[in-house]
């Protein structure tokens, strides 16, 4: 019988081989792609001691391609294939936030979908793993249209690379359901809110967001330079995220605090402030420097505009702990705080509104239909003239 254990051991295009050198060492041998500064193709070569360590160290370097680099469409799975959408078409056309959101589906969600067969994946499955989100899990609709939409966008790639003959997304029938009721702030709740405000440090913000609609990010990432004081205008260009890194090594945090530019194109925008919220931010400032004459060296000045006794600014979470106790003090219940952003306007309450349609337009841009019954203009030759802002009431009775 033929001794194979000294013989090269060959296997499928792009899975490498094994073969026993003259000095009884063995060699695994693996093509990686291509080198595209060569020119090349680029080849490991990994020397140990037994056969076993060998077939040990081949499987795991061949996953290590297919999951890296371009691998036999015939044996790769969805998970991975998913995996190489995100870094060869992903990693460097979406945000970061948009990315990291990508991979937690896979690594969240489609774990079990991921060991499927590209070429071996049928809408009947899709459409059995949504149902199954939505009646077990209890996923909603929005959620699962998040996931379809990645999904559809990694698959329709492998269409175009010949991977597959049709997208099984395609077939896909997307549970549906009633959208969740938004939770509002009623006009006594809006009070309440306000007046508890002006006992804590921090309630200059809560008002500040009442009258400009900005999201947490937004806020929490002002800086002094966004404040144009002599036309009260308040310009928004950035947002604050705590996400995962692209890539964490072993023994670090595996996030990162990331400034960027706003969700979207009209996100970035200019918002009027009234007279008052001006004099109230130039009063924060005054606390600001107060603050760095105790803080002394300790504090930093990187310009922001919501800061601690330190300077520092604070991280989402951070604020909205901070949030929950002023609503918990103002005994109004819980909101969220994008809650802020979608006061409910009636024109025959003088409680909160907005100098004119087109200051809510500007505030609220991804909701300007709704500006429409938010306040109620005069019209016939008269100018415009809004309910008198929240923010502009000193006092409450």
Known sequence: MKDTSKTSLRRGHNEGNIRQRTDGRWEVRLSAGIDYKTGKPRRTSTCCNTRQEAIAILQQQAHEVRTQGWRDPMSVTLGEWYEYWLDTYMKDTVKQSTYASYRSYLNKHFCVLGKILLKKLEPHTLQEFYNYKFREEGLSPKTLR????????????????????????????????????????????????????????????????????????????????????????LHVRRTINRLAKYEAHDGENKTEIVFCTPKTKNSR????????????????????????????????????????????????????????????????????????????????????SLRSMAFQAQA??????????????????QSQSPVRPLCNRKRFS
Request: glycine share 6%; hydrophobic share 35%.
């Open 269 to 352: 925008r200019t918002i009027p402030l009234t007279r008052t919220m001006a004099d109230e931010l130039t009063r924060w400032k005054q606390q600001q420097a107060q603050d760095k004459i105790r803080a002394g060296d300790k504090y930093t000045d990187y310009g922001f505009i919501v800061t601690n006794e330190f300077g520092h600014y604070f991280e989402q979470k951070t604020f909205k702990d901070y949030y929950d106790r002023l609503l918990k003090d103002a005994d109004i219940g819980h909101f969220t705080f994008h809650a802020l952003r979608h006061p409910y306007v009636k024109h025959t309450t003088k409680i909160f």
């Open 364 to 381: 609220y841009p991804d909701a300007r239909r709704k500006t429409r019954g938010a306040c109620q203009l005069h019209r016939g030759g």
């Open 146 to 233: 998040n996931y379809h939409m990645a999904l559809h966008k990694c698959l329709q790639q492998a269409v175009k690379e010949y991977l597959l003959v049709y997208n099984p997304c395609d077939a896909v029938t997307l549970p549906s359901g009633e959208k969740p009721e938004i939770s509002v702030f009623t006009n006594d709740q809006q009070r309440a809110l306000v007046q508890a405000s002006y006992r804590h440090r921090y309630g200059v913000f809560i008002r500040l967001d009442l009258c400009t609609g900005l999201r947490m990010g937004e806020l929490l990432a002002l800086k002094w330079e966004d404040i144009d004081f002599s036309t009260t205008q």
